[in-house]
Structures are given as C-alpha cells and as structure tokens.
C-alpha cells in the first residue's frame, strides 16, 4: 500500500451513501469515499482531496468483488457507466438502495419508521427512451455510438447487448452508428468544437412498440437523408419506425438542444398509454422511461390523492401532464404548472385529445407562476427536476397552508432537504414509498404524502 497522492490505496469498502459513494477505510486507517465502489468490495484507490475530513478517491480497479454481485448480469457491465448495480438481485438491490435512502433521510433528521421500495414490473428491457453519444471507442479508434465508458468521459462505448432496453432499440442504434460510420464524417469533439454526429435519441411505446428516431448533428456537414431512412427502414425489427427526425445544433454545450428540428420520415411523435389515458410524446417531451413502474408510481400517487372532489389540484413541474391528467376525476379543476413550452403544448393536446377540458396548464417558472396564483388548492403534486425545488417555490409551498401535498421525486439527495424544509414548518410525513423505476443504475424514485391539521 502507498498513500501519497500520485500513487494508490487499497481500501475494504463497508458502506455505501447515495449516490452508490463506497466509504471504507485503508490499511493507514484513514477513510475513504469512492465513488461507484460497492459495499463488500476491496478496491484500488487514488487519492484526492479530503472533504469534512474524508479522503475522496478516485476508483482505479476492484480487487475483489462485492459479496452483493451473485449473477451475470450485462456484458457490458465493467466498461458501461449506464448501469451500476448490473449483477446484482432484484432483491438486493432493492434493499441497498433502501439503506442509501434511509440513511440520507435521517441525515436530514427526518424519521422514517415503517416504509417499502417497491421494486420494477420489469429489470431488463424496461428503459422506453436512450440518449446516445457519437464519438470514439478510444482515443483515435474507430467512429462509435453509444455510452460514456465508466471514468473515461470522452471514451464511448457501443451496447450492443444492453440489457436493459428493448431489442429493437439496440438494432436502431447498431444501424445508425453504421450508417454514421459509412458516411465518412467525423463526430463532433467536445473539446475542439469540430465535427458533425453528436447525438441520437431513440424513444419506443412500451404500449405500440413504434419507435422514434432523432439524429442530431451540427451544421458542419451534410446529412445524407435518403441513406439513413434506407438503413433504418430495411432493419428487421418487431416494431416499426414511426418517425425519423434530424436536430441540427451547434451549441457548445454537451446538451441535446433543439436548435432545428426537421420531420425527415413519418410523424414527430409516439403514442402511450399510461393509466387508460393516451399520451402523446415528441423526441423532447419529458415521459418517466420506466413505462411498467410508472403505473406503480402514478397508482400509489393515486391512491393516496383519495377520491375526495377537490374545488383544486395543483401540479407543480407538470411535464407533459401525466400526473395533472390522471387527478382529473378527483377535482373540479385542475392546474399542471411547467415551464417547457414543448411539454405544455402536448399536454394541452393530451388533455384536449382525452376530454378533459377542466384541466389546465400554464408555461412558467414555478417560482414565479405560484407567487400570482389566487385559489388555494386542496392538493397539491410536486415532482421536481433533479436539482429540487427552487427555494423560492419551496419558501411558497412552506407557507402555503395547502393540507395535503404530495412530493415526487427522481432524486432523493434534494427531496430530503426539501422535505426537511416541510417537517420544519408544520408538514408531518404521513406515508412513504420507494419505488425502483430505474434497475440496475443508482437511482430511485421517492413519493411522500405529507400534511398539516
């Protein structure tokens, strides 16, 4: 063992916080916290800077693995940074996210005496929607598609076999890197701000199994439009190509950004059904990418909503206005807020398409939108973007007076500060849920029923 910085550590790996961060300590006896490193494993550390008095480090291999990996599991699994807890049970892998939440919920001080996570209908080929990178395998190889590879952010790695979306889609992806691949024309460098294929964005109907396809390269170069629909319309596949579009962006930054978006083959969009209501959904429209789980989730936000006929609801970062929709027969009226114009354009669509004129969204920041509001619900939903509430519309939500809120949340590190900001004024937590909408990767979906007498 060593333990100056440029060299490593082996660390024994006793416990893991969320988000899947292995704490364990050294022969030197000082602690670490590794990031992607499992509770059980022995593992080859770099050292980094310590943070509150825990040495950060950096993972270099695993010297043994952790006693919780018992089967297979993808073989992609050791170079992916999709997946982290691939060769794990079911089970086990619901209880240890389990632990990770428990543990942060009582960091907040707040007391969770009895509560379930509830695992996934499915834990393989569940994912309705993958965002792929253009780039290179490994430095100056071959043209690819895919994943970052896990530590090597500029590394892409192709998935051929991932397992946890559905056939169809990897045959999509395998057909487009080899139409990019053929084309001659370089992906787009993050670094240098050069190239032309950055991105494609496959979505599949869990309910009619067509997919949507979005190519999205930069203006520097010349996309060969009658190849690509050759190449994916002759793949043999147990859905069907229901679109193809192509986004032309040239923002630097990494993200997918609509810039122009041009219909090149079929429709711009894919029908769902979630609940018995029929949703429909753009390449950019935010829809939960476990369709099965989803079920469970909106079920137990159902459930708890009651059957009770609201004078309100509100929906607090509507989306697309999934949950907004299926409240729709518990309220005379009810409010989705969101402020991603293309997401309030398909839920007015949705919610025209279904009948529901007494549902109403409005496009705005949150935080502004609830400060003008006049009405004061009797429920209110509240599933927010990772990063949480915004404290402004957490200030608002504190002091409302609502008695009943619901809060949803894919991230359950900022819903237990905002849920610690609730206890503090007055909000019991009346019931809690886990529910594992996303198997086989670190996160988890968290709902909570909160109230005030």
């Known amino acids: 063992m060593k333990n100056d910085k440029k060299k490593t550590v082996d660390v024994d790996i006793t416990s893991t916080v969320f988000p899947n961060i292995g704490v364990g300590i050294a022969e030197n006896g000082k602690e670490y916290q590794v990031k992607g490193a499992l509770k059980g494993s022995n593992v ?17 291999s695993v010297i043994k693995d952790s006693y919780l990996l018992t089967e297979k599991g993808c073989v992609h699994k050791d170079k992916c940074g999709g997946c982290s807890y691939q060769g794990m049970d079911a089970e086990v892998e619901n209880q240890y996210k389990k632990e990770q939440v428990q543990a942060l919920m009582e960091a907040q001080g707040i007391k969770l005496e009895e509560w379930e996570l509830v695992g996934s209908p499915q ?27 896990r530590g090597r952010y500029h590394d892409i790695l192709p998935t051929p076999n991932c397992l946890i979306v559905h056939e169809d889609m990897n045959k999509v992806r395998e057909a487009i890197m080899e139409f990019a691949s053929d084309s ?10 050069e190239g032309f294929y950055r991105h494609a964005v496959i979505r599949r109907s869990h309910s009619t199994g067509d997919i949507l396809v979005n190519l999205v390269t930069t203006t520097k170069g010349m996309l060969d439009v009658e190849s690509l629909l050759e190449k994916l319309l002759t793949t043999a596949l147990e859905g069907k190509v229901r679109g193809v ?23 711009d969009r894919l029908e769902e059904v979630l609940h018995g209501i029929e949703f429909s959904l ?26 009770g006929n609201h004078e309100l609801i509100l929906d607090l970062y509507s989306g697309t206005g999934t949950m907004a929709m299926l409240m729709a027969d518990r309220a005379k009226k009810v409010l989705g807020i969101e402020i991603v114009e293309d997401a309030v354009k398909r839920a007015k669509e949705t919610a025209e398409k279904n009948g529901l004129s007494h549902v109403e969204f409005i496009c705005g920041d949150v935080k502004d939108v609830v400060a003008q509001l006049d009405e004061k619900p009797g429920l209110a939903i509240v599933d927010p973007p990772r990063e949480g509430m915004h404290p402004k519309a957490l200030e608002w939500l504190a002091s409302s007076g609502i008695n009943q809120i619901i809060m949803v949340s894919c991230n359950p590190k900022t819903m237990a500060r ?14 809690f849920i886990g529910v594992n909408q996303f198997p086989r990767t670190v996160h988890v979906e968290c709902v909570a029923l909160l109230s005030r007498e």
């Not at 962006?249 to 090149?264: F, H, R, T």
Request: no cysteine; hydrophobic share 30%; net charge negative.
């Open 282 to 307: 753009s390449s950019y429209a935010f829809f939960q990418t476990n369709t099965e789980s989803a079920e469970v989730l909106y079920g137990i936000v159902g459930d708890w909503a009651g059957k």
């Open 44 to 60: 080859e550390v770099k050292p980094g800077n310590k943070k509150r008095g825990i040495i950060q480090g950096k993972l270099v």
């Open 123 to 149: 834990v393989e080929t569940y994912r309705n929607k993958m965002e792929y990178t253009f780039g290179d395998e490994y430095k100056g190889g071959p043209l690819s598609l895919g994943l970052h590879q």
């Open 245 to 267: 579009l192509h986004t032309e962006n040239d923002a630097l930054s990494d993200a997918i950004i609509p810039q122009n978006v041009k219909i090149i083959y079929g429709e």
């Open 418 to 431: 905002d849920l610690a900001v609730m206890q503090d004024v007055g909000y019991e937590i009346k019931n």
């Open 184 to 193: 001659g024309l370089p992906h787009y460098h993050r670094m240098s701000h």
